[in-house]
């Protein structure tokens, strides 16, 4: 159990400091060769983070062979080293992802390998393609055998007028082929494939060789310090139908060796008898009812091979299966990855998310949620963070750690913490949640606010009144050819986005109801642990014959359904009035956000207004009903338009009963309670709101005593001075990454991007860059590297500098000359990362300097940009830059035009300020930066990194005192994609660094950064 404590009363002292088990637990990520001095190391920084616990995840870059005696050394060491520091060592199942092939161990065998059926024109001997990323997709590969072939009609709208089986003897000049392929081998799956997530054989050798290894090692430490094993992205390979009816796209289906025999006992058919139904439509709107049931077939072998079989391991062994499937939120995504999402969170024991690119997929929320509801799971995990670049601020990472929050997120798994920014790791998909981002030390400010979040929503049990019949099921009759289903499948899945968004966004929380896993949930009227008041039925094609039982049965005991929008003329897929029968002694409306919101009113909660009436629309909610209390959360969901709005706005919140409120505050761990009025039986708060603010309410039966407290107003009373003396807490630095370059002694070439020339060279040299594809080094051991490449940098200054350092990897297979001296090669310090060293060059020059890096070069090696570090200026323009005099000011405005523009650490501006006796704050109103902490004499009185920005200076005497605010850096002008051409990208992957055409640029795109308008005092009276 992973909230032991929840048992006892949640005190003051508790909720001020949380312990580890209610705080984030961050991907780890194990990317270099390993050792436990670091690894020790770096443990005790996530826990001045305030992490309560890490995943040790292994991703690109791992040199320690992986599941070997070396590598289990290790994860006991950390074990080891998290149970001394009473945090929690968190398993992951996979060498990078998508869990299933044990890093190639499992897919060596053949039979273990991803499957799937060909559906195509164009017998074999007709090409093959190829796929290297990291998903299961499917592609042409001829290495599979027949199944079937078929000789087809079309009508003149290209649905399926006839069709016939052939005989295996039988000629045809025109006919269509069925065959089984495999997988090939790729780079990203340790140059084998991915499993057969279909098969029970093969997932059962991976928990033969993943789980079993982890119990052999650490399994009296399950289900304590270690409370889970995550299991990431696990997938089919991936559906793929026509584009055209008429045409000759090959499709692509999950299958497995034994996929029809099954389906044959489940549905009394031959697959192969009605197989072209799965691909075209049939005339006159008719649906398929084999279509139907082998897209179900698919999910239910899928969740019982997959997750069925590994969480029963994992509950049999005492530790929980957490993690989260493949793509979630639509049912476009997730019918082609999983065929059902909700089918396979039966099997976790902590079901969990995946949120990317700061999204908002309030779908995939609640239909985790909802899981976790009916099977009253302990909590709800997200990994959150993930791709969205170094310059995310903290900002970001309340807000979307909030909204998940309401929606039920208790473990939040930051994606990435590195072990190391060694070669391509450093591409792996930033930001660095940990040491080498310069705010680290800061994070508290937000892990301690989540943790005591977390300690009240993860207490007593989910209250909701609404229950969603989920639509997966009627998705898959129109999952034929693009184009002619694809203008109806946009429009299923708008209306399964569009109703979650009426709901959530309008304060009536809900659940699904996945159709296939009812039967074993339903008790009496309710859906597992969960009684609703009221069920949608919310446009389906289709209904299950045992859903309509259970409506029935809810109906008859009181309970309220509601059809919205149309009913379903199908049950089990099979044409039927039974549905709409039902329907029409039910509560029907039609797909209309108003009509449905009132047929709800009775089951509404809470409601949030602003002081002109209108409901909120941005903030999301968890009730949960504790005994002798209840718990509320309510957050925001969405950033407003200006980021930097510093006015709050006023809000009322109407509570359905009669409460005494008390607000404990999740930012600083007070409590106190709050003042309310009664009307008609309801509970109304009156709350004053900042963009990001969230509120934490303990809510008791009867009423409050507490007098409203006088809202404070806020008054600019003056601006700092426009600038400032400045201390950089790291040197400055030249990004170098364009040099010129030979191989092995030759002759210079022009000046190139340091990854062209790596990924040039190694196909110069007839080397596969496996590595640059996934491929981790520790498969090929130690391989001599037999090459040398020489890269020259010409760095022009305007003044000269004392001492200059350079910062590279590999320090020891390299060589350097400064200005024709050879540079010695001992390190003097790290930069930023343990991987990069730093080695003196001496005096830069006024005028040209050069420096030539020789390095050692192979199949496992990468070439990677280096950096000149110093006490000087930089003037960049476009792709060309010069060093000029030291940076001792600045003008509140973008540093990266006076003189900083790569550098990615802390800068601290330095002022004079006059006390009066008055109580005063300083507002930083426009910052690029994470996070400001704001000094006064030596002494830090806040952080500023949500609005209103501001932080109080206390009351000054007068007379002169310091004023220091420092703006703590992000890295993205140092080691992001600078050369990436695409200001509003989302995704910050390891392919924005190998961008082509419009997209790329050789000139630096470096981001804006600092304080970028004078900061002002304020008094509040």
Known sequence: MLYKKNFEPLTKERFENPT???????????????????????????????????????????????????????????????????????????????????????????????KYLLFTRKGYGSGTGSSNDSSAAAVREENGYLLARYTVTLDQNGCLESYRRLAD???????????????????????????????????????????ERYKECIGEDFGEAVPAIFTDEPQVARKKMFGKAIGDRDAFLPYTTDFADTYKEMYGEELFEKLPELFWELPDGKVSVTRYRYHDHVAERFAVAFADNIGGWCEKNGIMLTGHMMEEPSLE??????????????????????????????????????????????GMLSELYGVTGWDFTFRGHKLQGDWQAALGVSVRVPHLYWVSMKGE?????????????????????????????????????????????????????????????????????EQFMQLADWLLYNLVDFDYICEANLPQQADGTRVGQMQYDTIIVPNLLTIRSSTLKFLERFRANGGKVIFAGSQPDYVDALASDEAKKFAAESTAVGWSKGQLLNALEANREIDLRDDRGERTRNHMYQLRDDGDCRWLFVAPVNHTDDHYICYSEDYTLRLKGEYAPELWNTMDGSVKPLAAEYRYGDTYIDFELYPQDSVLLKLVEGKSGVAPEKKKERTVVGLLPYKAQVELAEPNVVLLDMPEYRLNGGEWRENEEILRICDGLKAELKMKNAIAGGAQPWLFGFEKETETVDLKYIVCSDVEVDCVSFALEDIDKSTITFNGKAVDMVSTGKYVDDSIDVVKLGKLEKGENVIVLSRAFGKVSTLEACYLLGDFGVELKGRSFKV?????????????????????????????????????????????????????????????????????????????????????????????????YDEAARWHGPDKWRLKHTRWSYEYNVRKSGITATPMLVKYE
Not at 174 to 203: H, I, K, R
Not at 346 to 370: N, W
């Open 884 to 980: 000029t005099e030291p940076v001792r000011e600045l003008e509140f405005g973008d540093w990266t035009r006076q003189g900083l523009p790569f550098y990615g650490g802390n800068v601290t501006y330095k002022l004079k300020i006059q006390g009066s006796n008055e109580e005063l704050s300083v507002m930083i109103p426009h910052f690029t930066q994470p996070v400001c902490t704001v000094f006064v004499d030596g002494k830090k009185t806040g952080t500023v990194a949500l609005a209103p920005y501001s932080a109080p200076l206390g009351k000054l005497d007068e007379g002169e005192h310091t004023l220091e605010i420092t703006a703590f850096g992000n890295r993205f002008n140092t080691f992001a994609a600078l050369h990436m």
């Open 425 to 493: 790791a450093k591409r792996d998909y930033p930001a660095c949640i940990g040491h080498q981002s310069p705010w680290y030390k800061e994070y508290t400010y937000i892990e301690d606010h989540f943790a005591r979040v977390n300690a009240a929503i993860t207490r007593g049990r989910p209250i909701v009144r609404v229950g969603v019949i989920h639509p997966i099921e009627s998705y898959w009759l129109r999952y034929g050819p693009e184009e002619q289903t694809a203008a109806i499948r946009d429009e299923m899945n």
């Open 20 to 114: 580890s088990e209610y705080r984030a637990t961050p991907f780890w990520a194990w990317n270099c060769e390993l050792n436990q001095e670091l690894l020790d190391k770096e443990i005790g920084y996530m826990q001045e983070m305030g992490f309560g616990g890490f995943h040790m995840h292994v991703r690109v870059g791992m040199s320690t062979e992986y599941l070997s005696d070396a590598f289990m050394d290790l994860i006991k060491g950390s074990v080891e080293t998290a149970k001394d520091k009473k945090m929690l060592a968190w398993l992951y199942d996979e060498d990078k992802w998508p869990s299933g092939f044990a890093g190639g161990l499992v897919t060596k065998k053949k039979e273990n390998r991803s």
């Open 169 to 211: 003897d039988e000629e045809c000049a025109d006919c269509w082929y069925a065959y089984c392929e495999t997988q090939g081998e790729s780079d990203w799956f340790n140059l084998q494939a991915y499993v057969d997530a279909l098969s029970p054989e093969a997932m059962n050798e991976f928990i033969n060789i993943t789980h």
């Open 333 to 378: 995504s997730q019918n082609a990855a999983v065929g059902d999402c909700m089918r396979s969170y039966r099997g976790f024991g902590l079901p969990g998310i995946d949120m990317l690119c700061d999204s908002r997929e309030l779908t995939t929320a609640k239909q985790c949620q909802s899981a976790v509801h009916q099977y009253g799971r302990e």
